[in-house]
């Protein structure tokens, strides 16, 4: 390490989103309300899935699982976000940022397999209804989570192996609110156009990968639906337009983000809120909102919790 001095760099400064003191307390506000509501959302589906019976199946553990990793993926960068919104210096230390770039792609590449394991079940709880529970056992279930813990490690792994040793000697400023590749790249000073190749290949690679993947089995099960259409398939229908809906709103900004020609306009800065506080706290509204069964049984938590209390 010493013989390489790989930086003189011990710290970088974000330029955050806007120094109006209005808006910046908009964001705080914003900010703030979004990432508690995502926490508490996705806490009251780990509980509830966790504490009812009812919902001990494939589907609830791996959607408890994506609160999980919902929770993480939003408490990496969200709150020092917000403990940076009213700051005039936002820095971050060299160890700092390359953690934050770590965690979110390791969660982030995580969260992607995972929802393909989750359209994974529905296709199987879709087009083949008599043989779900012996499919979906509990240890293929587990066998979901951790591949996609597995991927989601490696992913992240091989883009940092990239990025650890490069040299950066001065400019630190990064024009963004957390830590994210292709800008700490343009910081570098060696030339670092094959490393973005590299980057955006990965990163792309994942993301693009997954989302083909999803919409193909999306597909191939509402094909599947519509060719032998009954009356028992529309409750399963039901939950897969969720899953639909949770896969776009996911995809979307960050595909944009990773293959979009030029990291450097600032509509990707304004997507990248969208991925770190509206996609974890839409997730639980989906799910909770629109899935009568999750209703119900947060109806039956909330009532057993109101009868203990009578009782003490
Ligand atoms: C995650 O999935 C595993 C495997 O099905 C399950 O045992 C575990 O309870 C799930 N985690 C949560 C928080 O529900």
Redo the contacts with the bound molecule.
């Keep these: 390490m010493d013989g390489r001095n790989h930086s003189i760099v011990s710290q970088f400064v974000f330029l955050g989103l806007t120094n109006a003191w209005g808006m910046q307390l908009l964001l705080f506000v914003f900010s703030f309300l979004f990432y508690f509501a995502s926490m508490m959302g996705n806490l009251v589906i780990?509980f509830t899935?966790?504490l009812d019976a009812h919902l001990h199946s494939?589907m609830y553990?791996?959607l408890?699982?994506l609160?999980?990793i919902d929770m993480l993926f939003c408490s990496i960068i969200d709150p020092k976000i917000i403990c940076d919104i009213f700051e005039k210096h936002k820095a971050i230390s060299f160890c700092g940022c390359i953690t934050q770039i770590f965690c979110s792609h390791a969660v982030g590449g995580t969260e992607m397999v995972l929802l393909i394991g989750m359209a994974f079940d529905r296709y199987v709880a879709i087009c083949k209804p008599l043989h779900y529970l012996t499919i979906m056992s509990?240890r293929m279930?587990?066998y979901i989570?951790v591949t996609s813990w597995i991927i989601g490690l490696i992913h992240s792994l091989v883009q940092l192996a990239f990025v650890v040793d490069l040299p950066f000697c001065g400019p630190n400023v990064l024009d963004s609110f957390y830590c994210d590749l292709p800008r700490l790249l343009r910081l570098s000073c060696t030339n670092t156009q094959e490393l973005e190749f590299v980057v955006t290949v990965n990163s792309g690679l994942i993301s693009v990968g997954s989302f083909v993947l999803l919409v193909i089995s999306y597909i191939f099960i509402l094909f599947t639906v519509w060719k032998h259409s009954s009356g028992g398939s529309s409750k399963a229908l039901s939950t897969l337009s969720e899953h639909i809906i949770v896969v776009v709103l996911f995809f979307g900004p960050l595909m944009f983000f990773y293959t979009w020609p030029s990291p450097t306009s600032h509509l990707d800065k304004y997507l990248a809120i969208f991925d770190a506080f509206i996609t974890p706290f839409l997730n639980p509204v989906i799910y909770t909102f629109r899935n009568q069964e999750m209703k119900v049984t947060m109806k039956r938590l909330c009532s057993h919790l109101m009868h203990y209390r009578k009782i003490l």
């Design positions: 780990v899935v966790t494939p553990f791996l408890a699982n609160s999980v509990p279930c587990l989570c």
